[in-house]
């Protein structure tokens, strides 16, 4: 099942308070930029972000789960209860860097 764009909107419009928020389609699916940084992966209507040291003791208790086939196992966000899951979302933000331009071919 693919991810509705209406869906990825509102994802987008619940996070406006973090940042610059934007999304782009990946792999049929989409990516959730705040401030240019890839921070919420929306895969078949259902938003996730990273588990990482920093976020595992704001997200304990949080249900988990894989985006796609292949992936390893990411935080599933409450979109609907941004509160809970702000705190996250920030500190990913603090420590995600910026993608770095990629080169063109010639």
């Given at each position: 099942?693919?991810?509705?764009?209406?869906?990825?909107?509102?994802?987008?419009?619940?996070?406006?308070?973090?940042?610059?928020?934007?999304?782009?389609?990946?792999?049929?699916?989409?990516?959730?930029?705040?401030?240019?940084?890839?921070?919420?992966?929306?895969?078949?209507?259902?938003?996730?972000?990273?588990?990482?040291?920093?976020?595992?003791?704001l997200m304990q208790g949080s249900s988990t789960g894989?985006?796609?086939?292949?992936?390893?196992?990411?935080?599933?966000?409450?979109?609907?209860?941004?509160?809970?899951?702000?705190?996250?979302?920030?500190?990913?933000?603090?420590?995600?860097?910026?993608?770095?331009?990629?080169?063109?071919?010639a």
């Amino acid at each position: 099942m693919a991810t509705n764009i209406d869906y990825v909107e509102y994802v987008c419009d619940q996070l406006r308070e973090t940042g610059n928020v934007r999304y782009r389609k990946m792999f049929g699916e989409y990516m959730v930029y705040i401030d240019d940084k890839p921070i919420v992966l929306v895969c078949d209507n259902a938003p996730f972000i990273k588990i990482t040291e920093q976020t595992e003791p704001l997200m304990q208790g949080s249900s988990t789960g894989y985006p796609y086939q292949g992936a390893k196992l990411h935080y599933l966000l409450d979109i609907d209860n941004i509160n809970s899951c702000l705190p996250a979302i920030l500190k990913l933000k603090e420590v995600t860097p910026v993608p770095k331009p990629k080169k063109k071919k010639a």
